[in-house]
């Protein structure tokens, strides 16, 4: 975002970069790219980088997360995804943030130690998700022990309780966590209860934590309470137009920052009626940098070509992808 401090610079852990708790950079998610026999195509992650970087000025990202379907490869592949990612994305990504959530605590330790190996910026977990934790200190326990197994690496808690139906709230969690988890950076925060998210800035005002946001449609509330960067499955493909709502934001420019997230809302609005997931997301990346990203791994199915003649045919009449015959002539283009 300009005019603000970038978000991630590599290689040193963020905290001792930043100066102030304006630091929002959005920090862009990935999509896996899996070939049609359902093995994943990692000759294509080099051209994602290039086309994140140069097309959607997007240079930080978070792997194998949930647009990543992280959950859905084997441990092998996560570090071979995210040697990959690391390799190619030196001198071109700031940081790159290692998702290493599992269900078994040695699983998720083990893609932490080689996350660290391997030289990424950063990891991420979120709450095991079978067996749960209950409470907050069952919770802190688990990840005390992820983050022990890399502790110089920068370590944030991927608050998603949608899918992980934990339920515990983060404003609690983050209570005295850097007693717990000296290497505890920050959050991100995929969660519509912008209560919790503004009590988890409010409360921590003085501790330089990132607050990265995951409500990609509601991105603008989330500044106005303090987000500090946004990691979201759109910004794929609409990390341009994102980021002209963060530079209204940033230059108080709060009427063009909304017309901005109404934009990009009037793309979600549509594509969430239509059936919108991970599945869909890779096809409309797909669509739109002409990188084959492949199909989903069971148990999720590809997106139907309706569905992807519906969103190119929106992205069009939004101006978000160019369309001579509709340029001039539609009362939606946001652009
Ligand atoms: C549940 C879900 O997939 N949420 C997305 C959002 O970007 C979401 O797709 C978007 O806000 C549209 O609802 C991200 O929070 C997920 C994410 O950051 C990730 O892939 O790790």
Same mark, same amino acid.
């Given at each position: 975002? !300009? ?5 991630w610079k ?8 930043? =100066?102030?708790?304006? +630091?929002?950079f959005?920090?862009?998610? !990935?999509?896996l /790219? ?14 994602y980088?290039?086309?994140? /970087?140069?097309?959607?000025?997007? *240079?930080?990202?978070?792997v194998?997360?949930? =647009? ?12 071979? /995804?995210?040697?990959?990612? /690391?390799t190619?994305?030196?001198?071109? !990504?700031? &940081? ?9 605590? *040695? ?8 996350? #660290?190996?391997?030289? #990424?910026?950063?990891? $991420? ?7 749960? %934790? ?13 983050? $022990? #197994? ?11 309780p949608?899918?992980?139906g ?16 000296p290497?505890? &950076? ?5 969660? =519509?209860?912008? !209560? ?6 409010? &409360?921590?005002? &003085?501790?330089?934590? #990132? ?7 509601q ?22 137009? =994102?980021?002209q709502?963060?530079?209204?934001f ?9 017309? +901005? ?37 069971? %148990?999720?199915? *590809? ?7 519906? @969103?190119? @045919? ?5 101006d ?16």
């Amino acid at each position: 975002m !300009l005019g603000h401090e970038p978000l991630w610079k590599a290689p040193a852990p963020l905290a001792g970069l930043l =100066t102030t708790l304006k +630091h929002a950079f959005p920090k862009w998610q !990935l999509g896996l /790219v899996v070939s049609h026999a359902l093995e994943i195509n990692f000759s294509v992650i080099g051209r994602y980088v290039d086309y994140l /970087v140069e097309e959607q000025g997007v *240079k930080n990202v978070f792997v194998n997360g949930t =647009t990543g379907e992280g959950l859905s490869l084997s441990i092998s592949e996560r570090c071979r /995804v995210a040697e990959e990612w /690391v390799t190619k994305g030196r001198n071109k !990504l700031d &940081q790159i943030v290692i998702h290493v959530g599992a269900l078994s605590l *040695k699983e998720s330790q083990e893609l932490a130690q080689h996350a #660290a190996e391997i030289g #990424a910026d950063g990891i $991420a977990v979120i709450a095991p998700f079978f067996l749960k %934790p209950w409470n907050k200190d069952a919770l802190i326990n688990f990840l005390k022990e992820v983050a $022990a #197994a890399a502790p110089a690496l920068p370590f944030y808690y991927y608050h998603i309780p949608a899918l992980t139906g934990v339920k515990i709230r983060a404003e609690e969690l983050l209570d005295g966590i850097q007693d717990k988890i000296p290497s505890f &950076q920050g959050l991100k925060f995929s969660d =519509t209860d912008l !209560l919790d998210f503004g009590q988890c800035v409010d &409360q921590n005002r &003085q501790r330089q934590f #990132a607050f990265l946001f995951g409500v990609d449609e509601q991105l603008l509330s989330a500044l106005v309470m303090g987000a500090t960067g946004a990691v979201g499955s759109t910004y794929n493909y609409l990390g341009k137009k =994102t980021k002209q709502m963060l530079e209204a934001f940033e230059r108080k420019d709060f009427s063009s920052a909304l017309s +901005h997230q109404f934009c990009i809302q009037r793309f979600i609005n549509f594509v969430v009626k239509l059936g919108f997931g991970v599945s869909q997301t890779k096809a409309i990346m797909t669509l739109v940098s002409g990188i084959p990203m492949g199909p989903p791994r069971l %148990p999720l199915q *590809k997106a139907s070509r309706e569905f992807t003649d519906n @969103a190119e @045919a929106k992205l069009k009449s939004l101006d978000f992808l160019s369309c001579t015959d509709l340029k001039g002539g539609d009362m939606e283009a946001c652009s």
